[in-house]
């Protein structure tokens, strides 16, 4: 019966993690504690810390579930794209938007939040592989691995610094980042 007690702490886990969400749109994530957290959920602190060691922990537990939610969803608006470089820029551009437009994903990217969204996504092996399996799908090289990294620095920086609009922020990509893919440009 160990795959019942693995089930209900996967279960529990994301019972946590919907409570935190709430959470990070309320107060602000850099605001939220980790009694916060466990009162949210309806669990004790001792509850809370057998799934999450820290709030480092818990955040980044966050950004993984929903960035794999992200990649998810991106990869299937863009998957007819048949251009790597024209497919990237889209989702790019569909990452962008579906973070602006999801208060809790947006909540990470308030004033006073966006560096703690950045430490999440530089420390995430997991965003890393997420994002590797979209953008370096067609090329799985050294180049593609340092593109990836340099297209999460790209649209993170887009959503703490954004455009002027979207067609800025498209025309921006087109002209930087596409160029890079069709050549093969290596750092």
Same mark, same amino acid.
């Not at 009162?39 to 579930?65: E, N, V």
């Not at 470089?85 to 962008?96: K, N, S, T």
């Not at 938007?97 to 996504?121: K, N």
């Given at each position: 019966?160990?795959? !019942?007690?693995?089930?209900?702490?996967?279960?529990?886990?994301? &019972? $946590? !993690? =919907?409570?935190?969400? +709430?959470?990070?749109?309320? @107060?602000?994530?850099?605001?939220? +504690?980790?009694?916060?957290?466990?009162?949210?959920?309806?669990?004790?602190?001792?509850?809370?810390?057998?799934?999450?060691?820290?709030? #480092? =922990?818990? *955040?980044?537990?966050?950004?993984?579930?929903?960035?794999?939610? !992200? $990649?998810?969803?991106?990869?299937?608006?863009?998957?007819? $794209?048949?251009?790597?470089?024209?497919? !990237?820029?889209?989702?790019?551009?569909?990452?962008?938007?579906?973070?602006?437009?999801? =208060?809790?994903?947006?909540?990470?990217?308030?004033?006073?939040?966006?560096?703690?969204?950045?430490?999440?996504? &530089?420390?995430?092996?997991?965003?890393?592989?997420?994002?590797?399996?979209?953008?370096?799908? =067609?090329?799985?090289?050294? *180049?593609?691995? @340092?593109?990836?990294?340099?297209?999460?620095?790209?649209?993170?920086?887009?959503?703490?610094?954004?455009?002027?609009?979207?067609?800025?922020?498209?025309?921006?990509?087109? #002209?930087? $980042?596409?160029?890079?893919?069709?050549?093969?440009?290596?750092?």
């Amino acid at each position: 019966m160990t795959w !019942l007690r693995e089930e209900h702490s996967a279960l529990a886990a994301q &019972n $946590i !993690l =919907d409570a935190a969400t +709430g959470l990070f749109v309320e @107060q602000g994530v850099s605001a939220v +504690g980790m009694a916060d957290v466990a009162k949210a959920a309806g669990c004790s602190r001792q509850t809370l810390y057998r799934y999450f060691d820290s709030r #480092q =922990d818990l *955040h980044l537990a966050f950004a993984q579930r929903e960035a794999a939610r !992200l $990649i998810e969803l991106v990869s299937g608006e863009v998957k007819s $794209i048949k251009d790597p470089a024209d497919r !990237l820029v889209a989702m790019i551009v569909a990452l962008l938007r579906e973070v602006r437009t999801t =208060d809790y994903l947006s909540a990470w990217f308030r004033s006073g939040e966006p560096a703690l969204a950045a430490e999440i996504a &530089n420390s995430s092996p997991m965003i890393e592989s997420l994002a590797l399996t979209f953008f370096a799908s =067609d090329d799985p090289s050294d *180049h593609a691995v @340092q593109l990836t990294r340099w297209c999460i620095r790209v649209t993170l920086s887009l959503l703490i610094t954004p455009g002027a609009d979207d067609t800025d922020e498209r025309r921006l990509l087109e #002209q930087f $980042i596409a160029p890079l893919v069709r050549t093969g440009v290596t750092a």
